[in-house]
């Protein structure tokens, strides 16, 4: 695929679907794929944070990326998360990723030591030019320890990034990001946390990699084209249904994880893949898979109402 630059628009990062620690969901991976095309979505992220890559063994990543390279088959682009604690590992998920017909690497910076800007900085210089594919930046320092510093970002892009994700939280660092490179029209800036999308869009970002987006796709494309479209009204009514699913769907359980294990949860009470999630995280059962299926049915008939409004 000849992917258009900037990178733009609602790019879920896909749940990886599991039946155990070891294997695949595949029929669910197939049906999962193909809920997020026909919702419209501009791209899909696999092995991201939504996607657990870093609790999956390197083959079955691997397996993961090629089978669903193979089912998307250039519908849309495809971005892979290659960032591991091994300098090497990343390598190999960059050149299975490429085989597989993969369009853009996501980097990170690497996990469990403590780095600092330098550091990262030189850890860029060294695995940018053996990459054989373009790629991204992902500012997640909740998980990384390491909050991309502008310069950073900048030295990245100096490298031939295309562009990044941040998943910080931080409105005020994501404004800076917009603000820092504006002038530079091919280099994306994509939000991670997808409540942020309108002001993303109005700043002058270009859209979010949505968790949200694995189960309501077409809420989150509408979402950001009205965003673009300006359209306040369509925005705040848009907005009140994404607040709803913060409240309830990705609110159940006490846990830091429940985000992800409830978007796993809700994606088996629609019948569309298996809700396994990788050790050390457990899925829901009981009062709190009942109470995610009450709120499925709420958002759906949230969305109903959108359609009509």
Known sequence: MIMKQPLCGIIPPIVTPLVNDNELDEDGLERLIEHLLKGGVHGIFLLGTTGEGPSLRYSLREKFVKKACSLINKRVPVLVGITDTSFDGSLEM???SKEAGADLLVIAPPYYFPISQLEMQHYLDD??????L?????NMPSHTKLHMSLETVNHAKELGALGIKDSSGDMLYLYSLIDTFNSSPDFSVIAGTEIFLPETIQQGGHGAIAGGANLFPR???????????KDVRRIEFLRQ????????????????????????SALSVMDICNDYVAHPLKRFSGADRDAIAKYVEQIKEMIGKSVVT
């Open 241 to 264: 249904i994404v607040m709803e699913m913060y409240n309830t769907i990705y609110n159940v359980g006490t846990f830091n994880s429940r985000i992800m294990v409830g978007i796993k």
């Open 127 to 132: 695995l940018v030019p053996r990459l054989p």
């Open 219 to 229: 809420l989150f494309v509408d979402f950001y084209e009205a965003s673009v479209q």
């Open 134 to 138: 373009p790629f991204l930046m992902y």
């Open 94 to 96: 960059a050149a299975c």
